[in-house]
């Protein structure tokens, strides 16, 4: 007895586009199962972590404040992976992109203006462009594996980062304390409704990104080029596509996203530099780029929902005494049922009898 | 299916409105924890605490926590989260949530909040301390008596004020009994991590300390210890099980006391805030059983601490001169605690270069 996964020869469009949402039913079906199983009441469970957090204002803006890195961040993924392009470091690219926009409040504490801001926005996103470089220059110039090289590239940023609040970067009046020096205003990215919440500008640069960027690969030239280029690099080069163009254009504009997120986080919420930056933004994205359906919209809408669950996991903590880690496992089991229910959808079940492999084989 | 949605969370609804109520009588006390609960160090000190809290208060009090909190937005978002649900005092157990208590504590007038081994303070925002430094005295004093080659081994976790003015006291504690006395120290840049730790440990016995002691949480030093036949010291929680041919004493983060004391405060309406940094007489740090040494040591750490207790001893007490020689106590002075909760300089004695 064997189980194969048989490609269907026309896959359905209406479960297609309700994948996702099929996904998300079976994981609240599965999480009220396991509060169930921990001893709490499921429907209670299932309150405080999708509907408390959506129940006042100030959460909702910090549910915008939550989402609005994931949303940039995964924009950008989304047409690196359209275009088979595996930038898994975005979250290097988004600690860079900080530390170069950071690079003019911490170090030039008196150059204070109208300009700070524009400059530092610039900064950070030409950081994480640079950093998304060096894995495009690596992969074109010696096909050095993308995956790799941008993923250790993560901990390389991770470990400048802290080098630098420790030593160089360190407040001269913070005790000693691995922190920077607090941004003066100018370089404080602002709050979009300061009496109502703590929302600031990167969710409007988040929306905007997405908006773009749908726009260009949808309806231009150089989406076709991104997604013939990601579905067959031989067609793509026929068509007269240079794949390793489009290898430096999904990079740096998927770093360029994870830096101006970056920056934006650290000048809008955070407020200074700390030796952790990033509560995992950057790799979290890639979940929702997948969830989104690598669609800009679609991720919109995937960024709020994971987003949800990091607030919903903190109510839960609070009204029920659940651990954190119940944040993690509904996270996993989103992207969990994502991918089963896509898999399913594209192909089928089959479960073959020795015989029957024989028979076929014959 | 709709239907049977809404009406789930329309009961849903009516349940939440239906549990405040209930909870009223009772002061709520919630924490706000940088790691998990059950990490075996710091963060597993303050939820004893918190269990002690619950233990002695009973139904007076309910408590709530947030574990695993990033320093950042994260914990500005959970410290509001947990004002807005009805706590009265909120303890943010982490010195990265500092800047974030302070916001939440000027939205939030009538909440009591505390925080950690900060600086920062309001009106309704106090900051808390243990007096570490006691401890390490006391240590250094065993170290010196206990070592023959007078020479111990320090792992230290980041170069702030806190873990600098350990050191110190460990070596000053230790002059007092042979004042020719020498700490070598190796950074292992983190709080817990056993491979580093172990590591750190293996580099000092191998540069010939024969005593060794931690500022980091994990109880990998100790083994390292126990392995090659040297004597150390326990840091945050008991580790004598991890060494009990090896554990000297270990300094003991017992919050509990002081979170009884300050929720009793709240619900008496006597909570103040201030600066309030309490040591071995309070409670808030002990000695772990004082083993695997000789009476008349045990006899001289138990003199020692009892003389902290009482004030009669104070560890930053002249003369005492920098590392460079120059003098930074007089004869009989006592170090003030800001200069102390600023510290970054060593003393004499200390066989390292600060980082700087």
Redesign the interface.
Known sequence: MRVELVKRPQHSKLFSALSPLIALALTLLCGAAIFAALGKNPAEGLYFYFIDPLREVWSLHELAVKAGPLILIAVGLSVCYLSNNWNIGAEGQFIIGAIAGASLPVLLPDFQSPVVLPLMLIFGMLGGAAYASIPAFLKTRFGTNEILTSLMLVYVAQLFLDWLVRGPWRDPAGNNFPLTRRFHPDAVLPEIMPTSGSAHWGIVFALVAAVVVWFLVSRTIKGFEVRVLGASPRAGRFAGFSGKRMVFFAFLLSGALAGLAGISEVSGAIGYLQPVISPGYGFTAIIVAFLGRLNPLGIVAAGFVLALTYLGGEAAQISLGMSDKVARVFQGMLLFFVLGCDTLIHYRVRFAGRGDSMAEAR | MKKLLLG??S???M??VAAPALAQDKTKA?FVYIG?KTDGGWTQAHDIGRQQVDAELGDQVET?????V?????A???I???A??GCDIVFATS??FM?QTVAVAQKFPDVKFEHATG?KTADNLAVYNARFYEGRYIQGQIAAKMSEKGVAGYIAS????EV?MGINAFVLGAQSVNPDFKVKVVWANTWFDAGKEADAAKVLIDQGVDVMTQHTDSTAPMQVAAERGIKAFGQASDMIKAGPETQLTAILDTWGPYYVKRIKAVMDGTWTSGNIWDGLAEGILSMAPYTNMPDDVKAMAEETEAKIKSGELKPFTGPINKQDGTQWLAAGENADDKTL??L?FYVEGVDDQL??
């Open positions: 789930v969370s009961a849903m609804l349940a939440s919630c998990s709530a926590f947030v574990e695993n990033p320093e950042g937005p994260d500005e978002r959970a509001e989260r947990l807005r649900s010195f990265g800047d600086y980041f170069p702030i004020p600098v909760a600023g970054n980082p700087k």
